[in-house]
């Protein structure tokens, strides 16, 4: 194994693909399923969620510029207590995405067996893709990196091919009879805002890595930025299309939408291959999310909020103690929600994860405001607003797990602490930290295209 630290760091390519691999599979295949009854609403829904994503990487990509992993960031801003609630907040809604991207993969695979299309079928697959993906990524963060660019070559596949096949019906005439005739509303429009965010989210997991972004100051940026707005365009054109071809009805009672709507014009044999991009799709970013899980989990461990045995690491820095403590939560979460219907154990999970997440975004553009400039405000503000409103958008029974989440996470951290000074007074592991805590790091001068 080498000993040169920056041959073991994800460059351009590899950060930009954790950035796309983790938005894409995020939610997008299944997703249809839960916009269907919202109708026009869910398109509105996509073009104002695409607008905030961009800004929340805006305000990400500049308190995000030094490789330190988000957690330092925070802290710096607001101090160590806030600084832990986010992570511990973005922690939770990492695991809890992970279960819906296991759920998702195992859909895709359930499609080709209409027998399969049953929660028996679906927990213990999604269980076992959750196992594979961890490890993935006990081999360190190149391997993880280095799936992640081939996953996402493969997993934008579908996508394209609703998109033609939208175009090729000419589905736009037939708008008015495949869309839910729920009319245009503030209600309905904060339902499709937390629902379509869900898929946008993942560009965040960029910022999770500690110490492992070569070049951070620009790698980080222009894989936020372009990685954001790729996927937003994509996203806008193929989630409409699916439910310009196909009825609310379809949608709702399918197990993999985008196959179905590729099946209608291409037929079965085109829809196989889809499946199977579209199980890549979702297990490329359950990968993603393992990683940056992982690094939180790690960056939390180092000062003290969670054992000690989770900042153990091996080869280049790769925390396998705490990747295998998300993929046990992720699991946990999948069981514990067996009594629901696939659709309905989907749309809780992410709806979870985004509530989760809308604490992290929500605190970095407070502070990613500070010490911007005029013009750089006006799009930070745009990313708060944005949060609060996909915050109320995700609803009462979201936002009071969520709740529920940060007291546990504010009980943990305050066992931890008694912990350590009862053990050894005031020592919380800071004195582990990667130097790159310390003080920012220089540029660094490195390969950017691996």
């Not at 980080?220 to 372009?226: H, M």
Request: hydrophobic share 55%.
């Amino acid at each position: 194994m080498t000993d040169d630290p920056a041959c073991a760091q994800l460059g351009i390519w590899m950060t930009s693909a954790l950035v796309v691999g983790s938005i894409i599979g995020s939610g997008i295949f299944m997703l249809p399923v839960s916009l269907a009854p919202l109708g026009i609403n869910a398109v509105a829904g996509w073009v104002v969620s695409g607008v905030g994503a961009l800004a929340i990487s805006f305000a990400l990509a500049r308190v995000s510029r030094d490789g330190a992993g988000i957690q330092a960031y925070i802290e710096q801003a607001f101090g160590p207590t806030i600084g832990y609630l986010v992570t511990f907040s973005f922690w939770c809604s990492d695991w809890a995405a992970n279960a819906a991207l296991a759920i998702a993969t195992a859909s895709a695979i359930a499609w080709l067996d209409p027998t399969l299309q049953t929660i028996a079928f679906i927990v213990p697959v999604a269980i076992a893709n959750v196992v594979i993906v961890a490890l993935v990524n006990s081999r360190g963060a190149r391997t993880a990196g280095g799936l992640s660019v081939i996953t996402v070559l493969i997993k934008i596949l579908p996508l394209l091919a609703v998109i033609a096949a939208a175009t090729r019906r000419g589905a736009a005439a037939q708008t008015p009879r495949h869309l839910s005739g729920m009319p245009l509303g503030f209600g309905g429009l904060g339902s499709a805002v937390a629902l379509t965010l869900f898929a946008l989210t993942g560009f965040e997991n960029a910022t999770a890595p500690v110490d492992k972004v070569r070049d951070p100051g620009r790698t980080i940026p222009l894989a936020l930025l372009g990685g954001t707005l790729f996927v937003v365009v994509l996203y806008l054109a193929s989630s409409s299309g699916v439910m310009l071809i196909l009825s609310e009805q379809e949608i709702i009672g399918s197990a993999s939408p985008f196959a179905d709507a590729i099946a209608k014009l291409w037929g079965n044999a085109a829809a196989f291959l889809a499946i199977g991009a579209i199980a890549v799709a979702a297990f490329g970013a359950l990968n993603g999310m393992m990683l940056a899980t992982g690094e939180l989990g790690y960056s939390m461990a180092l000062r003290g909020d969670l054992p000690r045995a989770f900042a153990r690491t091996r080869g280049a820095s790769t925390p396998v103690a705490a990747q295998w403590l998300s993929a046990v939560l992720t699991s946990l979460l999948i069981l514990a929600n067996t009594t629901r219907t696939t659709a309905g154990l989907f749309t809780f999970v992410i709806l979870l994860s985004t509530a989760s997440v809308l604490v992290l975004y929500s605190v970095a553009s407070l502070a990613a405001w500070k010490g911007a400039r005029l013009s750089q405000r006006a799009i930070v503000a745009v990313a708060l607003a944005f949060s609060l409103f996909a915050l109320w958008g995700v609803g009462a029974e979201a936002d009071a797990w969520g709740l529920v989440l940060l007291a546990m996470g504010l009980a943990l951290r305050a066992g931890m602490r008694r912990l350590h000074s009862a053990g050894n007074a005031n020592t919380g592991a800071i004195e582990h930290l990667p130097q790159v805590y310390a003080k920012a790091p220089s540029s660094a001068t490195g390969r950017l295209g691996e």
